[in-house]
């Protein structure tokens, strides 16, 4: 019997995401994305549909690679203007009661007390239906904006695991498990002999306190893991419960994926304890001729200089310095490297050209692009499966809420049909929907719980220590 294919909802607080242009579409509503009834609508076709969560990218900084300028982003309403993912988590959790909810966090530029605080808030309100999506960041733009230089793509690396370290000890080591009494007849809410001050003095962070939260329902948040590139995949092996990545070619893919599932034996993890979702376009009606014909009549939509745009803010290259037909070449750079990989050196001796990348269809880089009837885009998604091994997928937007509302009204029934696809939610958190059986909490072998409170863990006297 397969196993049930995840999938989340892909989405930014934005007019555009992955596709820029798509929002001016006659039947599009993403415009909308400043009106709470909007996300909250999105909620409620996820939950309809059984849809394991909505996955919110963000970005700090208006990308500005392309021409130098954020012009392009800007005209064409491509991840530009964006709003904080967070606000809408609430209003969405509101309204359903099994979705889940992953967030993009910033290692790089956000406070991490801060972030632990915002986090645990999420966790609690939604009965821990959260997941944190922990990037380093990319953009010089984002630096700038936050009165910092650019950092390198391996000492971004650096800075985050410091960083993990210090969100374990707020959320693991500060407050023992039975720290919360609740005790109304002898008015005591918790028992300050099991709330602890926490110290760290690294390289990168500082920080002495006592976390201000109680601890939440899965106390550190399901973790999400993105980046493909060599350190990012040894980073998902050692924090990641599951990992993002955007590929095209299957071949390339399963090597993505057989990366993460080593990192995590090296980090004393079973392979599979990582799921690895990748990210597709799906467009799908109920005959293929049709789908094809949404195809073209969304590329007239789609905007050539915002989609490329977008891909020089994701690679650090400016692709308006070649000409529309000219092959890309392999550079470094110190964004996201592993995009820039899967475009040239690994794809298959196509040669990629900025009009290729801009149009509305599949393109070596980018993620899966999935055309076709109801019964053809599951064959793709189940080839994808078990040739690449896979566990599921983020669907990017393109026109909302149609699109979302074809997969559930249309892929759905067909994988359910076939085995593929669940029932019905499994109870609990975002963990243990995630990983059924195995709990709220931070798995005993992960890295994260030997900051736990009591934990056997090197300079544990340094993680906790007791206020009394």
């Known amino acids: 019997m397969p196993k049930p294919i995840l999938f989340n909802a892909f989405y930014m607080g934005s007019p555009s995401q992955a596709w820029a242009g798509l929002w001016a579409h006659p039947k599009?509503?993403?415009?909308?994305?400043?009106?709470?009834?909007?996300?909250?609508?999105?909620?409620r076709t996820a939950e309809r549909g059984l849809i394991d969560g909505i996955f919110f990218a963000d970005q700090l900084g208006v990308m500005d690679a392309y021409?130098?300028?954020?012009?392009?982003?800007?005209?064409?309403?491509?991840?530009?203007?964006?709003?904080d993912p967070m606000m809408v988590i609430p209003a969405m959790a509101a309204v359903t009661e099994n979705l889940c909810f992953g967030v993009t966090g910033n290692t790089t530029y956000e406070q991490p007390y801060l972030l632990a605080r915002r986090l645990s808030t999420l966790d609690h309100l939604t009965k821990g239906r959260i997941a944190w999506n922990i990037v380093t960041g990319i953009a010089p733009a984002a630096a700038m904006a936050m009165g910092q230089k650019p950092v390198a793509h391996d000492k971004r690396y650096d800075i985050a695991d410091e960083y993990m370290d210090l969100m374990y000890k707020l959320w693991e080591g500060s407050w023992e498990d039975d720290?919360?009494?609740?005790?109304k007849a002898n008015q005591i809410?918790?028992?300050?002999a099991k709330v602890h001050m926490i110290k760290h003095h690294g390289e990168y962070l500082s920080s002495e306190a006592m976390f201000i939260c109680e601890p939440s329902p899965q106390r550190t948040p399901f973790l999400f893991a993105a980046g493909s590139s060599g350190r990012?995949?040894?980073?998902?092996?050692?924090?990641?419960?599951?990992?993002?990545?955007?590929?095209?070619?299957?071949?390339?893919?399963?090597?993505?994926?057989?990366?993460?599932?080593?990192a995590a034996i090296e980090n004393g993890r079973a392979p599979d304890d990582i799921k690895v979702i990748n990210a597709a376009t799906i467009i799908v009606a109920p005959t293929e001729a049709e789908a094809r014909a949404l195809q073209e009549e969304y590329q007239q939509y789609a905007s050539f200089e915002g989609n490329l745009a977008m891909l020089s803010g994701w690679t650090g290259i400016d692709f308006s310095k070649y000409g529309p037909d000219e092959p890309i070449e392999h550079a470094e750079g110190n964004a996201i490297q592993s995009i820039l990989d899967s475009m040239t050196k690994?794809?298959?001796?196509?040669?990629?050209?900025?009009?290729?990348?801009?149009?509305?269809?599949?393109?070596?880089?980018?993620?899966?692009?999935?055309?076709?009837s109801p019964s053809q885009v599951c064959d793709t998604i189940i080839e994808w499966v078990e040739k690449v091994g896979v566990d599921g997928f983020n669907l990017h937007r393109t026109v909302e809420p149609g699109g979302l509302g074809a997969f559930v009204d249309l892929v759905v029934p067909e994988l359910r049909d076939r085995g593929y696809y669940k029932t019905e939610y499994d109870a609990g958190t975002m963990r243990e929907k995630m990983q059924p059986g195995r709990g709220p909490k931070l798995?005993?072998?992960h890295y994260g719980a030997r900051f736990k409170f009591g934990a056997s863990a090197p300079h544990d006297e340094e993680i906790v220590a007791s206020l009394i």
């Open 28 to 43: 599009a509503q993403t415009d909308r994305y400043c009106d709470l009834a909007f996300w909250q609508d999105l909620a």
């Open 67 to 83: 021409e130098g300028r954020p012009d392009a982003l800007i005209r064409s309403g491509g991840m530009c203007p964006i709003n």
């Open 179 to 183: 720290a919360v009494l609740r005790d």
């Open 189 to 192: 809410y918790a028992d300050p």
């Open 232 to 262: 990012g995949s040894a980073f998902a092996g050692k924090h990641g419960e599951a990992a993002f990545m955007s590929a095209s070619d299957m071949g390339y893919s399963k090597r993505v994926v057989d990366g993460y599932r080593n």
């Open 346 to 372: 690994h794809n298959t001796g196509e040669k990629v050209t900025p009009r290729a990348l801009a149009r509305f269809a599949r393109t070596p880089g980018r993620e899966a692009f999935i055309i076709g």
């Open 443 to 445: 798995a005993s072998d």
